[in-house]
């Protein structure tokens, strides 16, 4: 059985740190390019950052520059370390695992930003 499952969510200051964790299990972790979507309350869900198995990384405009994203091959985890939150970061955050046709998604992991 696949499972992606996100922690690390919660309610943050404007200006403050998250890091969100991806633990996967039921997948070779190691073959699967990884990435975080999030989706805030009427909009669609967005691309964050995306990681290539090779380790290349893509982030999403709106986060270049706060947002990083890693994996960790040997944990089958992959991480987003949120930096310099603002309340439009306020969304729900989703896993995604994608081996060509194949694709996963975690349930999510809630992010608030407020003061």
């Known amino acids: 059985q696949v499972q992606l499952v996100e922690s690390g969510g919660g309610l943050v200051q404007p200006g403050g740190s998250l890091k969100l964790s991806c633990a996967t299990s039921?997948?070779?972790?190691?073959?699967?390019?990884m990435g975080w979507y999030r989706q805030a309350p009427g909009k669609q869900r967005e691309l964050v950052a995306f990681?290539?198995?090779?380790?290349?990384?893509t982030n999403g405009q709106s986060v270049k520059g706060r947002f990083t994203i890693s994996r960790d091959n040997a944990k089958n985890t992959v991480y987003l370390q949120m930096n310099s939150l603002n309340t439009e970061d306020t969304a729900v955050y989703y896993c995604?695992?994608?081996?060509?046709?194949?694709?996963?998604w975690g349930q999510g992991t809630q992010v608030t930003v407020s003061s």
């Open positions: 990681i290539t198995t090779g380790g290349s990384t």
């Open positions: 039921g997948i070779d972790f190691s073959i699967h390019a």
């Open positions: 995604h695992a994608k081996y060509m046709y194949r694709e996963y």
